[in-house]
């Protein structure tokens, strides 16, 4: 652990140094599996499992990874949508105060909603169909005190002028609207109450290739505009390397590399980025890909293989990845968990 | 029968297919006018956004859509081969949607798979007793016989302990694996063709990288062709040889795979390849996308259905009539006023 934490709180020397927003330590989610009329505990999905990074003002962290690697239950756990088991959330709220997210109740954490904010993936399921743009949009506001009325119609209106819609749609409901205009009331939404941080899980993913690129632009612009922090949960590796500014690739509940988009995309450290490159598939006929197949799929999260988890589907393990287990560890300004990231040379985009 | 040399390969021939909804609201043309060729051994891909018409025209081609449609149009050649070496040339449009000759083609010499299997999938039966089903129905084998054809296929996609995951619920696979078992159920029959909708949407990446595989691996030991339907250019790079670009119920172009991505003409055919984020050296620059929205199907542009947003967009012209597919290249086609070809078909009047 202690490579690990030291790694962390290296300085990047690439970049001009930046305010920590949020410092995860040993966040760790692990979900019960009862059975039986006692609810015996009978096992544990470890969905996040002693997950630690940090994500600097005003920019824009990727966490990828497969479904099931827990990059969406540590999204919610930033946000305390759910209670983390065990670790540090530390949040700055920029007037010297740092308070532990994971500690937080009541009242303060309610206070704290203010700054964080969420945006999904599915523009339909996440907005009430029986609720105007006004509602929706204006909810946040009302929340936290504003009363309905001319100052919240404004305020409403502003907003919705800002992620590009018109401001006379908001006595309509979302059923009047498209995926992308749906995904835009959310946004404005999760901006209505300006906070610092936002999570957005998968929020281009629904979308049509055109409307995606309409949406990641104006994700973009809002950050330039409102100095917006982004933690940016996606699959989609080519918007994650568009979009972020360092990325977090997550398997199986754990953080196996850490690094900044464009060394994570030209030199990956792990093999599993390396097969996760590979698969993604180019918008390119000439360029031949050379598949690195994966074999095998995703570890169970409550049965979770010895040493590395990701050993049963990696071309390059050996004995000690079968038993040991690596650590995090530091190598070029990279953070990977791989017993071969030193030796090993891995192939990353062209 | 004969047949000029040159249309030999040929397998299906999809020509100015027209069909829509009748809704509340009025009438819907979700396939206005589409025209393309499916050639023996190849993959042909159907790229579009939502509400194209890509799934309808693939839904056309086995009548499950358009059945109760008074003004479908166009005709569906399907240029069949039989096991006892006869040949022939049946328009699709032309069978009744439920009659015997329809069904013996659906699922057994035409075969589909969908985007997500768990809902395609019956969620009560075994994933091998409606294999089995679909054997059953297409040829004259035992349960046990049949069993053992189940068995065997699923082997082929790969899927471990095909013994006893035969006996699985659709529920107790993972998404991969119930892809895996759609598409040996599909091709259990081995189909001349495959209707492929969206088959990796709904999947990791590196489990669609394996599922792709495996379909370009099954289409050479099949010899069969497919039709790739989706949304995401990089699938259509892998895996197709040709490539028919759809906007709002038109093909408004059709390249061999390389012409398309290297010298795409369609101006929204350009604007889909701006618009998508590319992994590599290009990645970071500002990204370049159509402005504004498929337009609804209700409130459709006259002329080129591409007008209301293309950025070449010729006053008076390009808003009175449809544009006709112009030749470009030896296998590029592309509908669109900017490529010399002034002759014009009124739209709702047959394509020359």
């Known amino acids: 652990m202690n490579t690990q934490a030291e790694a962390i709180a290296a300085p990047d020397a690439t970049r001009p140094p930046r305010r920590r927003l949020l410092d995860v330590r040993h966040l760790t989610k692990h979900y019960p599996i009862t059975k039986g009329i006692l609810r015996r505990e009978v096992g544990r999905v470890r969905a996040v499992d002693d997950v630690s990074f940090h994500v600097d003002e005003g920019e824009t962290l990727g966490l990828v990874g497969e479904s099931g690697c827990g990059k969406t239950s540590t999204g919610r756990c930033l946000l305390r949508a759910i209670d983390p088991t065990s670790g540090e959330i530390l949040f700055d709220r920029g007037n010297g105060e740092v308070v532990d997210i994971a500690k937080v109740d009541g009242r303060a954490l309610k206070s704290l909603r203010r700054d964080m904010q969420m945006v999904f993936q599915d523009p339909f399921s996440s907005l009430n169909p029986r609720w105007t743009l006004l509602d929706i949009v204006g909810e946040p506001l009302v929340a936290f005190g504003m009363k309905p009325g001319r100052t919240l119609e404004e305020r409403v209106a502003d907003l919705l002028q800002r992620v590009g819609l018109r401001p006379e749609y908001m006595h309509r409901y979302p059923h009047a609207f498209s995926g992308g205009e749906r995904q835009r009331i959310g946004i404005a939404r999760a901006l209505a109450l300006n906070p610092k941080l936002v999570v957005a899980d998968e929020p281009v993913s629904a979308l049509d290739v055109s409307v995606r690129a309409q949406t990641l632009n104006l994700l973009e612009d809002l950050q330039a505009e409102l100095g917006l922090t982004y933690v940016f949960i996606s699959h989609d590796l080519s918007v994650v390397q568009h979009i972020c500014d360092r990325v977090v690739v997550m398997y199986v509940g754990q953080v196996v590399e850490v690094t900044e988009t464009n060394r994570l995309f030209y030199t990956p450290r792990h093999p599993y980025t390396e097969a996760l490159l590979s698969a993604v598939p180019k918008p390119d006929p000439d360029l031949i890909s050379a598949h690195l197949p994966l074999k095998g799929e995703v570890a169970d999260p409550s049965r979770v293989p010895p040493g590395c988890a990701f050993h049963p589907r990696c071309p390059y393990a050996v004995d000690r990845c079968r038993t040991v287990e690596p650590q995090l560890e530091s190598l070029d300004g990279t953070l990977v968990r791989c017993h071969r990231a030193r030796e090993l040379s891995l192939r990353g985009v062209e | ?352």
């Not at chain 2, 297919?17 to 159907?46: C, H, M, P, Q």
């Not at chain 2, 091998?128 to 069993?147: C, F, T, V, W, Y």
């Not at chain 2, 696979?173 to 119930?178: A, E, I, P, Q």
């Open chain 2, 1 to 352: 029968m004969t047949e000029p040399s040159s249309r030999d390969d040929l397998l299906l021939e999809v020509k100015d297919l027209r069909t829509g909804f009748a809704l509340r609201e009025g009438y819907v043309k979700s396939v206005d006018g589409a025209s393309f060729n499916v050639r023996r051994g190849e993959t042909i891909g159907i790229v579009g956004e939502s509400g194209c018409g890509k799934s309808i025209t693939a839904r056309s081609i086995l009548r499950i859509a358009g059945t109760n449609d008074d003004r479908l149009g166009g005709e569906i050649l399907y240029h069949r081969r039989r096991g006892d070496g006869t040949s022939g040339v049946v328009d699709l449009l032309k069978l009744p949607s439920n009659g015997r000759a329809i069904r013996s083609i659906r699922g057994a010499e035409i075969a589909m798979i969908f985007q997500e299997p768990m809902t395609a999938f019956s969620p009560v039966h075994t994933i091998g007793n409606q294999i089995i089903e679909a054997i059953r129905l297409h040829q004259p084998l035992s349960k046990d016989e049949a069993r053992a054809v189940a068995i065997d296929m699923l082997r082929r996609v790969e899927m471990s302990n095909a013994e006893s995951r035969i006996d699985a619920y659709p529920h107790q696979l993972s998404g991969g694996m119930r892809q895996r078992a759609m598409i040996a159920m599909a091709l259990v029959c081995r189909p001349q063709l495959l209707l492929a909708d969206e088959p990796t949407t709904a999947l990791d990446v590196t489990t669609q990288a394996q599922i792709l595989a495996l379909i370009r691996q099954l289409k050479t030991e099949l010899g069969m062709s497919v039709m790739m339907i989706t949304h995401d250019l990089g699938v259509i790079a892998e895996t197709a040889q040709h490539v028919a670009v759809m906007y709002l119920g038109k093909v408004v172009e059709t390249a061999d795979v390389r012409s398309l991505f290297r010298d795409p003409r369609h101006p929204y055919t350009r604007a889909l390849l701006a618009s998508v984020p590319k992994l590599g050296r290009e990645s970071g620059q500002r990204l370049n996308p159509v402005k504004g929205m498929v337009p609804s199907p209700f409130n459709r542009p006259v002329g080129c259905p591409f007008n209301t947003r293309c950025p070449q967009m010729i006053p008076g012209v390009c808003d009175r009539a449809m544009p006709a597919p112009t030749t470009v290249g030896a296998t590029h086609q592309v509908s669109c006023f900017l490529y010399g070809d002034t002759t014009t078909s009124e739209p709702g009047e047959k394509a020359a």
